[in-house]
């Protein structure tokens, strides 16, 4: 199962900066309420925030080149390529600006999965680790030098 760290507080207080997310990537279509994990390509992190609307890209679709189904029951039948519209939940605005390339939508080829569990404030490891790769290095340091010396000891004992 997939997992990922929240980052950021845009999805406060459903999710805190920290939260480790498991994700699932199992079901064809992305329902509003739902929570999809983004990536978009070139991105350094996934994004993660709520459906709040979604749309199928059909044969005959009218001049906007969307148009609005309801997904409740997670039936696509014939329809076919799937946009997302997502807000954080501790934003005010969708997420349109933060899309690439002038983007309205998130396509379902760009969801990794949909949050199925978090288990709180465990991913603060990697955002340390990320945010401060000093301490990493730090941390390798002293791994290093305790395997040193432990080794020098074992050496003069003999």
Not at 97 to 110: A, C, D, G, I, N
């Given at each position: 199962?997939?997992?990922t760290?929240?980052?950021?507080?845009?999805?406060?207080?459903?999710?805190e900066?920290?939260?480790?997310?498991?994700?699932?990537?199992?079901?064809?279509?992305?329902?509003?309420?739902?929570?999809?994990?983004?990536?978009?390509?070139?991105?350094?992190?996934?994004?993660?925030?709520?459906?709040?609307?979604?749309?199928?890209?059909?044969d005959?679709?009218?001049?906007?080149?969307?148009?609005?189904?309801?997904?409740?029951?997670?039936?696509?039948?014939?329809?076919?390529?799937q946009?997302i519209?997502?807000k954080?939940?501790?934003?005010?605005?969708?997420?349109?600006?933060?899309?690439?390339?002038?983007?309205?939508?998130v396509?379902?080829?760009?969801?990794?999965?949909?949050?199925?569990?978090?288990?709180?404030?465990?991913?603060?490891v990697?955002?340390?680790?990320?945010?401060?790769?000093?301490?990493?290095?730090?941390?390798?340091?002293?791994?290093?030098?305790l395997?040193?010396?432990?080794?020098?000891?074992?050496?003069?004992l003999?």
């Amino acid at each position: 199962m997939p997992v990922t760290v929240v980052t950021s507080h845009s999805m406060t207080p459903t999710f805190e900066r920290g939260d480790i997310l498991f994700l699932w990537n199992r079901d064809p279509a992305i329902h509003v309420g739902e929570i999809p994990v983004i990536w978009f390509p070139g991105s350094p992190l996934p994004m993660v925030h709520r459906a709040i609307k979604v749309f199928f890209d059909e044969d005959n679709v009218s001049s906007s080149g969307y148009k609005a189904v309801l997904t409740t029951s997670g039936d696509v039948g014939s329809l076919s390529r799937q946009r997302i519209l997502t807000k954080g939940d501790g934003n005010m605005a969708d997420d349109t600006l933060l899309y690439p390339q002038s983007q309205k939508f998130v396509s379902r080829e760009e969801v990794l999965g949909v949050v199925r569990g978090s288990l709180p404030l465990l991913g603060w490891v990697s955002i340390v680790f990320t945010q401060y790769p000093w301490i990493s290095n730090l941390g390798t340091g002293l791994v290093v030098a305790l395997l040193l010396l432990g080794y020098t000891r074992r050496t003069s004992l003999s």
